[in-house]
């Protein structure tokens, strides 16, 4: 009996030698716990060794695997082969970012971001290692916990059509980030975050499409993160408004 | 340009203005933005309508049988589906971002959406009364 | 700070209050006035134009209208914004704004004139 296989269409870029990405077709055997992370190794392994994509842990957790799947953005170590035989299975970079060669794309604008909003404990003066560490209740903790599992896949990024349209937008999980950090009780750093985050290019360029939380691995939702900020900054916006000698 | 061997060609994809046709979320998206179009259409005409009664009660006759054409009815009753999903994208987003605390713990959005839904009963039903009794 | 200068925050406060008027309280309206009025599904004598004027004539209708016209006008002003940069008038970031906020301000202002006149 003939091994089963399924195809994948595949979109190659080979700078230097292609002007724009095509497609190209590949019958690999099809194995029911096989995720396309697998389909695309073998490619690579036993097909074609020139078939560039990154990928490390193959676990969920490195955030490096992100392709579109069938138009969808997602963790090719995440979605099995099954939940799409015996239709093709159209593979391609990561929507909204630049092409660096087949499905890897450009990730310094999001890099860049990521710095831009401070993504650590900031302290107004930090004390002294000798009086211990900063203390926390499980409740300070669990405000910000769901919003600190990014992984940083921008899949969130590749979702988002205002990204898309204007990559000087912030975007979703560097603005998630930037929430995380502010609602943890040991940080200080809200003041030095919230010139970007309040700036044309942050929150306010977000229309709430929402596909952000709709696609993200790990649930943190940056859509409730990117309202959440525009709540609290219009609140400070008319504070310090109303109140201009309250504020510094 | 001369490809440089340290910089590749990269290739920048380019979104076309029709990107909220390419699936049913983005295509959804748009059409609960575009609700607030139809909204506005229907205030201006309403002012209109509170317009005319200034006019006296021919003006006032006159507008409301222009708004009997079935032209105007298509629109109005388009206009009312769309302020009705204006209303439940409304709640069901707001629900999401707002945490409503029960004690301790999260109200659950679902259930913020169905107090919301409940007090927009409530105001339709009070509005309508009001208008035939008072 | 820059957070300050943007008038963001503003157009966003009235956009959200207008979204909040718009999904609470326009279907109700809309279906009462541009349609079972019309359409002749209420009893005449409760749409007379005596009974009309008198029920908008008043003080507090009239406060009450003001607010359920006008601020929707805000949400419609900063979703329609949004949809024609969403169309690829990104260049025109400036006019589209101008347009739209402008848009809603003069409605406020006919809304206002049009319920002193009644």
């Known amino acids: ?72 953005p997602k963790l090719t ?148 993160a990117i309202q959440r900020s525009k709540v609290s900054t219009t609140q400070d916006w008319f504070k310090s408004m109303l109140l201009p000698w309250k504020t510094k | 340009m001369a490809p440089h061997p340290d910089k590749p060609q990269v290739y920048h994809p380019k979104m076309a203005p029709t990107w909220w046709l390419k699936n049913p979320r983005y295509f ?23 317009f005319k009664l200034s006019q006296g009660p021919e003006a006032y006759a006159s507008f409301l049988e222009k708004l009997r054409s079935p032209g105007w009815i298509a629109f109005h009753v388009v206009a009312l589906l769309f302020a009705l999903y204006h209303s439940f994208t409304w709640f069901d987003l707001t629900s999401k971002v707002q945490i409503v605390q029960l004690g301790k713990r999260r109200m659950p959005p679902r259930l913020v959406t169905a107090a919301s839904i409940g007090v927009w009963v409530i105001l339709s039903l009070a509005v309508l009364l009001l208008f035939f009794l008072l | ?45 409760l749409i007379s134009y005596d009974r009309m004027v008198a029920l908008f004539g008043h003080p507090l209708v009239k406060v009450y209208l003001f607010f359920v016209i006008a601020l929707p006008l805000y949400h419609w002003a900063h979703r329609f914004r949004f949809i024609l940069f969403d169309l690829g008038l990104k260049g025109l970031r400036k006019p589209v704004a101008v347009l739209c906020y402008g848009g809603a301000i003069l409605g406020t202002a006919g809304a206002l004139w049009v319920l002193l006149q009644v």
């Not at chain 1, 690999?28 to 990928?55: M, Q, T």
């Not at chain 1, 799409?84 to 499905?103: A, G, H, Q």
């Not at chain 1, 929430?179 to 940080?187: A, W």
Request: with cysteine.
């Open chain 3, 1 to 45: 700070m820059s957070e300050r200068k943007t008038a963001e925050p503003l157009w966003w406060a009235l956009f959200s209050a207008g979204g909040v008027v718009a999904a609470f309280l326009v279907p109700i309206h809309l279906f009462l006035h541009s349609l079972a009025a019309p359409l002749g599904w209420i009893p005449d004598r």
């Open chain 1, 1 to 72: 009996m003939p091994e089963p296989t399924i195809t994948l269409k595949v979109t190659r870029y080979r700078p230097g030698q292609e002007k724009a990405p095509s497609d190209q077709l590949y019958s690999v055997p099809y194995h029911e716990d096989w995720v396309v992370l697998d389909a695309l190794n073998y490619i690579k392994d036993k097909i074609d060794g020139s078939l560039s994509f990154r990928w490390s842990c193959h676990m969920g957790v490195c955030g490096s695997c992100g392709m579109m799947v069938n138009g969808v």
């Open chain 1, 77 to 224: 170590c995440a979605v099995f082969l099954r939940d799409y035989y015996p239709k093709t299975i159209r593979v391609e970079p990561l929507e909204n970012f630049p092409i660096i060669r087949d499905l890897v794309i450009d990730m310094s604008d999001f890099m860049e971001k990521l710095r831009r909003i401070k993504p650590w404990i900031i302290r107004e003066t930090e004390k002294p290692l000798a009086e211990g560490e900063y203390l926390q209740t499980p409740e300070e903790h669990e405000t910000y916990l769901p919003f600190s599992m990014c992984i940083n896949c921008m899949l969130c990024y590749s979702a988002c059509p205002v990204y898309g349209l204007n990559p000087t937008f912030l975007g979703p999980a560097a603005i998630a980030l930037a929430h995380r950090y502010n609602l943890d009780s040991r940080d200080e750093g809200q003041k030095m975050r919230q010139p970007v985050i309040a700036s044309h290019e942050g929150i306010w360029e977000c229309t709430f499409v929402g596909e952000c939380s709709e696609v993200c691995p790990k649930l943190v939702d940056p859509a409730a």
């Open chain 2, 28 to 50: 959804l998206f748009m059409m609960r933005e575009l609700t607030s179009v139809f909204i506005a259409i229907f205030l201006v005409v309403f002012l209109i309508q509170i």
